[in-house]
């Protein structure tokens, strides 16, 4: 067979194209980035605790206020008290307002457990709460979405209003307790890192009963219920990382780099956007929350609203415990229509979408970090934490066309049994993870010395964080781990200028 110069030149140009969309290419120039938030970032040579709270530097006037409205309904404590004009709160919730789990836009604060490491109970203004759903049942759709556990919902509320319970005042579903699992992490040096894990168990559930043989029972002690804890994320970048083009996230995911054993995967989820604009399919990529259940800021900004807080919307109408016997207690004093309006509501959205990413400090050059930076992806750290994006098109401009380094490949990755909470999520199994975005990362402290690093904030530091890292991460971790100390320290310094 002759074959033409002509074809091969075709196939040349086929292979060229299949190939440069296969692989996202990238040199050592995000080592050297300081504004990872594009031109709106929030500039400034020393971190402080209101990094996180800047808005977008590059927006106009207009929708600066817009932000600064949204603040203020952001930081709003709402109220169960029907009589009061803030209103709005419960019957059943884990916090009073957005910024007490947010704090200063930042992590939430681990709940203090005492120095006998006796369990804790989570009280008020607690950050962290348990995803739940039962397992084994046959899911409401093609698209794994989980099955809330019957007379409870897929999140359980460790607050509630004072009439909730007749007993128990101001306890939601049940009490929730917690503490810490240690164990020691050892280097091949003789270096060793302490490590925390925290530990969760049920107490007064409100339907707990006893059964025939005298055992005390509750819908949330069966087999088939699955618990996930949630750690409060920080809020800065987001409407950037919305701003990101699906097929960018694709492309990562089709990326050949099982050498590494690294297969990430999105997230395909419920929208309650496509469900309130009459999409036949209403499902769209993950990218928000820990599993990336969620697909836009508006989803779940006013899902939080409805979930966390108890505040209905629109968007969420229904009480977060409608349609279970809990409820009926309430019914009395609960006021009829939504808690919040839609000009109030979007305000917070917009909020959330328009807050800057703080550049890197001025140490940012210094060679131990530079050394460090380039380390990162000789261990394989980029396989996941992608640096480099630009971002596409935006309905706020200043988020439009940004050449951004947020560290994520907004992807899903089995990190391992460490860290698995064996609870599904829409496609996401109960090892699986969303990639963190690391921009910001080395602020955590300044901002709120009380928050930790991962899912759970179980990491006190960067270096815990790591050594967590299993599963599709194993490799890197363990070229990580095996390390001279020095360069170990260079990429925990180069993380930390961030
Ligand atoms: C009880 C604590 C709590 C409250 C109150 C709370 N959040 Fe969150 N927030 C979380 C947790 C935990 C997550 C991660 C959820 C998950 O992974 O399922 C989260 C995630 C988010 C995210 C996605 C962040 C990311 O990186 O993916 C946004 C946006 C958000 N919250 C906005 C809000 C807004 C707006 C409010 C107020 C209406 C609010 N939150 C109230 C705890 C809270
Ligand atoms: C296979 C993908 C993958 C690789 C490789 C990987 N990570 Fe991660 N990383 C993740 C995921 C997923 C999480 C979130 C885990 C969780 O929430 O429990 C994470 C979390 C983190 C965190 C905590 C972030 C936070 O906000 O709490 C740090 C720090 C981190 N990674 C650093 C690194 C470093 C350094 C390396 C290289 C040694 C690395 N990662 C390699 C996927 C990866």
Not at 16 to 37: C, K, P, T, W
Not at 138 to 163: D, M, N, R
Not at 236 to 242: R, S, V
Request: aromatic letters at 10%; glycine letters at 8%; a negative charge.
């Amino acid at each position: 067979m002759k074959i033409s110069k002509l074809t091969i030149l075709v196939i040349t140009f086929i292979f060229l194209s299949l190939n440069s969309q296969a692989e996202i290419i990238f040199d050592d120039s995000y080592v050297m980035q300081r504004n990872l938030g594009g031109d709106g970032s929030y500039v400034a040579n020393f971190g402080t605790t209101v990094a996180f709270k800047q808005p977008v530097a590059t927006m106009p006037p207009a929708l600066q206020e817009k932000h600064v409205t949204g603040d203020g309904l952001f930081e709003k404590n709402f109220s169960d008290d029907p009589t009061r004009l803030d209103y709005g709160l419960g019957p059943a919730y884990n916090n009073i307002s957005c910024a007490s789990c947010h704090i200063r836009d930042g992590r939430g604060s681990l709940p203090v457990i005492n120095a006998n490491n006796e369990w804790t109970k989570l009280g008020q203004n607690e950050a962290i709460f348990l995803r739940i759903s039962v397992e084994n049942y046959v899911s409401k759709t093609l698209y794994g979405e989980p099955t809330a556990v019957p007379g409870y919902s897929t999140q359980l509320f460790h607050l509630g209003s004072y009439h909730l319970r007749k007993n128990s005042p101001n306890t939601g579903q049940a009490e929730v307790w917690m503490k810490y699992e240690y164990s020691t992490f050892q280097y091949a040096d003789g270096q060793s890192v302490k490590l925390k894990k925290p530990l969760f168990q049920i107490r007064n559930p409100y339907d707990l009963s006893t059964d025939e043989s005298g055992q005390a029972t509750s819908r949330l002690f069966k087999d088939d219920v699955r618990m996930g804890p949630r750690m409060t994320p920080p809020m800065i970048g987001l409407g950037l990382l919305e701003a990101i083009e699906q097929q960018d996230i694709l492309a990562l995911a089709n990326r050949d780099l099982s050498a590494w054993g690294v297969h990430g995967r999105p997230n395909w989820v419920y929208d309650v956007e496509k469900q309130k604009n009459n999409f036949v399919n209403v499902y769209s990529m993950g990218r928000f929350g820990l599993k990336s259940n969620t697909p836009s800021v508006l989803h779940q900004s006013l899902g939080a609203f409805r979930g966390d807080m108890g505040v209905t919307n629109s968007f969420f109408p229904d009480e977060s415990i409608a349609g279970t016997p809990l409820i009926e207690n309430i019914f009395p004093t609960l006021k009829q229509g939504v808690n919040i309006n839609d000009e109030d509501a979007l305000n917070v959205v917009f909020y959330a979408q328009t807050l800057a990413v703080p550049s890197r400090r001025k140490e940012y050059l210094e060679t131990d970090i530079v050394a460090g930076g380039k380390n990162f992806k000789n261990v394989g750290c980029a396989n996941c934490h992608q640096p480099e994006f630009v971002t596409g098109k935006h309905s706020i401009e200043a988020l439009s066309f940004q050449r951004i380094a947020p560290y994520t490949d907004l992807l899903l990755h089995d990190m391992g049994d460490g860290l698995a909470d064996n609870r599904r999520d829409f496609q996401a199994s109960g090892n699986d993870w969303r990639t963190r975005a690391l921009w910001g990362i080395g602020l955590t402290k300044t901002i709120n010395a009380r928050g930790g690093f991962l899912h759970d904030g179980r990491a006190a530091t960067i270096e815990e964080a790591i050594l967590w890292h299993g599963g599709e991460a194993q490799m890197s971790r363990d070229k990580f781990a095996s390390l001279p100390v020095d360069e170990r320290t260079q990429i925990i310094k180069f993380i930390n200028s961030l």
